[in-house]
Nanobody, 120 residues
């Protein structure tokens, strides 16, 4: 059973920083894409940042220069460092990964979500 477990959300003041982490566990053969999406109340879930197994990175325009995604392949973990946070960054942040479990076809997995609230 493959699962993604997120941690590190919380409440931060505008201009502050947070780091969220997402660890994949289970019987894993390969992990392809890993990324972070976010969903604010009443809005659709949008990609924030993603990183491929070869290290290619893309960011949403709204977070470029403020957020940094990184990946530790040995730990099957992806991180999102968020700096200069703004109230409009408030959302539930979801980890997403394309994973091939051992003996099974690749599948798109989601974490349970972690709340990030930027408020004074």
């Amino acid at each position: 059973q493959v699962q993604l477990v997120e941690s590190g959300g919380g409440l931060v003041q505008p201009g502050g920083s947070l780091r969220v982490s997402c660890a994949a566990s289970g019987s894993i053969d390969s992990i392809y894409f890993m990324g972070w999406y976010r969903q604010a109340p009443g809005k659709q879930r949008d990609l924030v940042a993603g990183i491929t197994s070869s290290g290619t990175i893309n960011y949403a325009d709204s977070v470029k220069g403020r957020f940094t995604i990184s990946r530790d392949n040995a730990k099957n973990t992806v991180y999102l460092q968020m700096n200069s946070l703004k109230p409009e960054d408030t959302a539930v942040y979801y980890c997403n990964a394309g994973i091939k479990p051992v003996g099974r076809p690749a599948y798109d997995y989601w974490g349970q979500g972690t709340q990030v609230t930027v408020s004074s």
